[in-house]
């Protein structure tokens, strides 16, 4: 079994559309985990049946017993986020602010705040319109540790691919270089960078493609829209074969994405010339590398 993740140092780049491609030209014998979970997105394209769901909890808040409370502003003066506002003469905790820290539960003289297990999303188990299994997942409105969903979400796929036996895992992870990326490649056996030539592209292929360096994996990348700018693709081939990066393919800028996109199709099942061509070569030279 080799896990595949694709991600990319910022937005934008195609990464999502990308996988989604990859998924179904792997159908029923590949795994997909869209760990992405800030903006997931992987949904409207693979067509999920969200036939299993849980609720994700990784976080804690403050809760006050407002019969127990003496009002002696002890909390409230030791809170650096600002969570326990006075509100119509009782002090309450503001869901958004709380960081579960629990330092008020220390100060409190009466014992009226405790600390209760806090819903920071959900995550599922799907079948897809390609016959392959969806792991995925949502992250709840101003929740943290994103990270440990992406874990869940991670661990969850190679649990089903072991269990039944799948060749490949696939990844759409975060983008950026944070905790959700980290936690994305992970264990990885593979990395594809999706890049575009712009300016900001190239300075976070390299910031990303640092840290993957840090986690000894290999990589090789995918040039999204390479004929916008000649030079800046130019400086990022350059750079790829300095660093030993494979160059796994350059994609035109075609507005079949775009339109595919709104089909709720991946580019694959829409486009059936020259951008077909060009991902089922680019994931086939991806099964050669790992193989």
């Given at each position: 079994m080799k896990e595949i993740v694709?991600?990319?140092?910022?937005?934008?780049?195609?990464?999502?559309?990308?996988t989604a491609s990859f998924a179904v030209l792997g159908g029923n014998e590949m795994v997909v985990a869209d760990c992405d979970v800030d903006a997931a997105d992987m949904h409207l394209l693979l067509q999920p049946d969200f036939a299993h769901a849980e609720d994700f909890y990784s976080s804690q808040i403050a809760v006050i017993d407002q019969e127990l409370c003496t009002h002696?502003?002890?909390?409230?003066?030791?809170?650096?986020?600002?969570?326990?506002?006075?509100?119509n003469d009782r002090y309450v905790v503001d869901p958004l602010n709380c960081e579960g820290?629990?330092?008020?539960?220390?100060?409190?003289?009466?014992?009226?705040?405790?600390?209760?297990?806090?819903?920071?999303?959900e995550w599922?188990?799907?079948?897809?319109?390609v016959d392959n299994t969806l792991v995925h997942a949502r992250l709840g409105i101003g929740s943290e540790n994103s990270g440990k969903l992406v874990a869940k979400v991670k661990n969850e796929a190679k649990r089903i691919a072991e269990?039944?036996?799948?060749?490949?895992?696939?990844?759409?992870?975060?983008p950026g270089v944070g905790c959700p990326v980290v936690s994305s490649i992970s264990?990885?056996?593979?990395?594809?960078?999706?890049?575009?030539?712009?300016?900001?592209?190239?300075?976070?292929?390299k910031r990303v493609h640092e840290l993957v360096k840090r986690?000894?994996?290999?990589?090789?990348?995918?040039?999204?829209?390479?004929?916008?700018?000649?030079?800046?693709?130019?400086?990022?081939?350059?750079?790829?074969?300095?660093?030993?990066?494979?160059?796994?393919?350059?994609?035109?800028?075609?507005?079949?994405?775009?339109?595919?996109?709104?089909?709720?199709?991946?580019?694959?099942?829409?486009?059936?010339?020259q951008l077909k061509s060009l991902l089922t070569q680019t994931w086939e030279q991806v099964i050669k590398l790992n193989s």
């Open positions: 694709i991600i990319s140092g910022k937005g934008g780049t195609g990464k999502t559309s990308i002696c502003d002890a909390c409230a003066a030791v809170c650096r986020f600002d969570a326990i506002p006075l509100v820290c629990g330092y008020c539960v220390r100060v409190c003289p009466t014992d009226a705040i405790h600390m209760e297990n806090q819903k920071d999303g599922f188990i799907s079948r897809t319109k269990e039944n036996q799948k060749e490949w895992i696939i990844v759409d992870g975060s264990g990885a056996d593979f990395v594809v960078l999706v890049t575009e030539p712009t300016v900001s592209g190239i300075h976070d292929l986690f000894h994996i290999r990589a090789g990348c995918i040039i999204n829209k390479y004929d916008l700018n000649p030079d800046i693709t130019r400086e990022i081939i350059q750079f790829l074969e300095s660093e030993k990066i494979t160059h796994l393919s350059s994609l035109p800028y075609d507005e079949s994405f775009t339109r595919a996109m709104t089909m709720g199709e991946t580019i694959i099942e829409y486009n059936q010339d």
